[in-house]
C-alpha cells in the first residue's frame, strides 16, 4: 500500500480545461477535486497533512522513523506561508550551495508523475527521452509563472535510512500548488525512487516526505535542437507554440515571431506566455508564414530559430529547428 497522498494525487480528477484555448490551464501535482466538500482538496493544508502523517505513521506500523516531516515545524514558521512571495535567487544560481527542500511524489511508483505524461509546463511526453520519467512539479521559486520550466536540478537526500547519498538530475516540468517547504520538489515516482539505496526505492516511497538538497545545474539534452510544437487550436490569427529541449538554462523568459511577408514581415512581434512554456500571438491581422521564432532564455542569451515554422504550418505539429544553446 502506497501512502494515500500519492494515491489520492494519481487518481484524484483534474479540473476540465477551459474552453478557451486562451486561458491559462491549470495542472496540478495536487490535483484539486471539483466537489469543494472532497477531503481530497484539503491535502496541502499543514494541520490535515500533519494529522494524516501521523495517521499513516500508525497504520503502516513501525514507518514512524521514515517520516521526516516536523509537523510543528509548518509552513508559517518557515516562511513559506500561502500569499508570501519567495526570493528564488538561491534556486537560480549555478553550482551554487547545496540548498534545504522537503521532496514528496506523485503519480504512479515508477510513472512519470501525470496521468497524462504532461504537466503544466505543457511539455509532452515526460515518460520519454529526453525526460525520462526525471520530471519534478516545482513550487513557486523553482516554477516561477512557468518561466522555470525546463530547468534542470541535480537534488540528493541523506537524512532518511533509505536515502542512497547520490545526486539525481530532475527537470521541473509541473507546478506544485501545496508546497510543505520553502523549496519543494513533488517528484515523479521515478525520481523519487531513484534517490534510494538499491532495493529501498519503495520503502523511501512510503516515507512520503522528505529532506533533500539541491542545486541548480545546466540541462544538457544530446543530440537533440530546440524544438517547436504548434498547439492545437492555433489558427491564422492566433498561433501558439510550445519550446523545449533548450540546454544551459533549459528555461525561455522571452519569445519573439517574425513574420515572412504582410503586415508584420520583417519586424519581431513579442510574444506572450500563455501557461507553462508555452506563448502565444494574438494577431489583428491574418498572420503570414513562414515564420521566424526568437527566443531568450534566463541568462539573457537569444537565439534565432530563422523560418523554422513553415509555410504550410499545421496545428498539433512538432517542428525541430537547427539552433541550440550549446
Request: proline content about 7%.
Amino acid at each position: 500500500m502506497y501512502p494515500i497522498w500519492a494515491i489520492n494525487r494519481a487518481t484524484a480528477p483534474r479540473p476540465p480545461p477551459h474552453s478557451s484555448t486562451r486561458t491559462k490551464h491549470h495542472y496540478s501535482c495536487t490535483a484539486h477535486s471539483p466537489d469543494p466538500h472532497s477531503t481530497r482538496r484539503g491535502m496541502g493544508t499543514l494541520p490535515s497533512l500533519a494529522v494524516l502523517l501521523s495517521f499513516l505513521a500508525l497504520a503502516v506500523g513501525g514507518g514512524a522513523a521514515d517520516v521526516e516531516y516536523d509537523a510543528t515545524t509548518d509552513l508559517a514558521t518557515s516562511g513559506a506561508g500561502a500569499g508570501d512571495v519567495w526570493n528564488s535567487s538561491e534556486a537560480t544560481k549555478y553550482w551554487g550551495p547545496w540548498t534545504p527542500a522537503r521532496a514528496t511524489w506523485y503519480g504512479q511508483p515508477e510513472g512519470a508523475g501525470p496521468d497524462d505524461n504532461g504537466g503544466a509546463c505543457g511539455f509532452k511526453h515526460v515518460n520519454r527521452y529526453p525526460f525520462m520519467s526525471m520530471g519534478s512539479c516545482g513550487n513557486q521559486p523553482l516554477f516561477k509563472d512557468g518561466k522555470g520550466c525546463g530547468s534542470c536540478y541535480k537534488i540528493r537526500c541523506r537524512k532518511d535510512r533509505s536515502c542512497s547519498g547520490r545526486t539525481e538530475t530532475v527537470i521541473i516540468t509541473d507546478m506544485n500548488y501545496y508546497p510543505v517547504a520553502p523549496f519543494h520538489f513533488d517528484l515523479s515516482g521515478t525520481a523519487f525512487g531513484r534517490l534510494a539505496k538499491p532495493g529501498l526505492n519503495d520503502k523511501l516511497r512510503h516515507s512520503g516526505i522528505i529532506d533533500i538538497e539541491f542545486t541548480r545545474v545546466p540541462c544538457e539534452f544530446p543530440g537533440l535542437k530546440i524544438g517547436f510544437h504548434v498547439e492545437e487550436y492555433s489558427n491564422p490569427v492566433y498561433f501558439a507554440v510550445l519550446v523545449e529541449y533548450e540546454d544551459g538554462d533549459g528555461d525561455v523568459v522571452q519569445v519573439d515571431l517574425m513574420e515572412s511577408r504582410g503586415p508584420g514581415g520583417g519586424r519581431w512581434t513579442r510574444m506572450r506566455e500563455s501557461w507553462g512554456s508555452i506563448w502565444r500571438l494574438d494577431s489583428n491581422h491574418r498572420l503570414q508564414a513562414p515564420f521566424s521564432i526568437r527566443i531568450r532564455n534566463e541568462s539573457g542569451k537569444t537565439l534565432v530559430a530563422n523560418k523554422v515554422i513553415p509555410a504550410n504550418w499545421r496545428p498539433n505539429t512538432f517542428y525541430r529547428s537547427f539552433v541550440q544553446y550549446s
